[in-house]
T-cell receptor, first 113, second 111 residues
Framework: DSGVTQTPKHLITATGQRVTLRCSPR?????VYWYQQSLDQGLQFLIQ???????AKGNILERFSAQQFPDLHSELNLSSLELGDSALYFC????????????FGPGTRLLVL | DAKTTQPTSMDCAEGRAANLPCNHS???????VYWYRQIHSQGPQYIIH???NNETNEMASLIITEDRKSSTLILPHATLRDTAVYYC????????????FGQGTRLTINP
């Protein structure tokens, strides 16, 4: 158990819908990272937040957005969902914003029908 | 971040040492070598990391060659629960927040 929690574990929705994935980092960690794992793309970095501020961005679609709240939990919002958005979404956390080890949560499996 | 090359798959007998190689010939002096593994579709699990010295923890040992162009992750007594995809990642010491995952090595531990 890494100490990072994610909810929900599974999510099934329809195309065009909007969903919110939630992540709680390890106690004391200020940075949260979001990754997407699909069958054809592998594990890909989406976005990072540090202490409430966006710190780095990967190839995150404009339909996707994230935020980190004062209590340091983070939410990833996916809108206008397409079939290709079906994937595993992982959250990771680290103490600070740079080179520290990232610890991953169990993930949310999203299925768009 | 430097590119890494790993074998696509490997097999190892239960109870034996599993040695997973990784080539990172373009590694820079300030880049660390990290190892993660992913068991089935669970979240990636941190194993170990190092800069130039060999490292050991309760999970594994990391051997980095003197020229730092390659490394080997050693699981000393592999069990069936070590069956997973193992990722070797090279990462700068500061500033690079994201982890860049390649295809990894699918390690199968056989009874």
């Amino acid at each position: 158990d890494s100490g990072v929690t994610q909810t929900p574990k599974h999510l099934i929705t329809a195309t065009g819908q909007r969903v919110t994935l939630r992540c709680s980092p390890r106690s004391g960690d200020l940075s949260v990272y979001w990754y997407q794992q699909s069958l054809d793309q592998g594990l890909q970095f989406l976005i990072q937040y540090y202490n409430g501020e966006e710190r780095a961005k990967g190839n995150i679609l404009e339909r996707f957005s994230a935020q980190q709240f004062p209590d340091l939990h983070s939410e990833l919002n996916l809108s206008s969902l397409e079939l290709g958005d079906s994937a595993l979404y992982f959250c990771a956390s680290s103490v600070e914003a740079g080179y520290e080890t990232q610890y991953f949560g169990p993930g949310t499996r999203l299925l768009v029908l | 971040d430097a590119k890494t090359t790993q074998p696509t798959s490997m097999d190892c007998a239960e109870g034996r040492a599993a040695n997973l190689p990784c080539n990172h010939s373009t590694i820079s002096g300030n880049e660390y070598v990290y190892w993660y593994r992913q068991i089935h579709s669970q979240g990636p699990q941190y194993i170990i990391h190092g800069l130039k010295n060999n490292e050991t923890n309760e999970m594994a040992s990391l051997i980095i060659t003197e020229d730092r162009k390659s490394s080997t992750l050693i699981l000393p007594h592999a069990t069936l629960r070590d069956t997973a995809v193992y990722y070797c990642i090279v990462r700068v010491a500061r500033g690079a927040q994201k982890l860049v995952f390649g295809q990894g090595t699918r390690l199968t531990i056989n009874p």
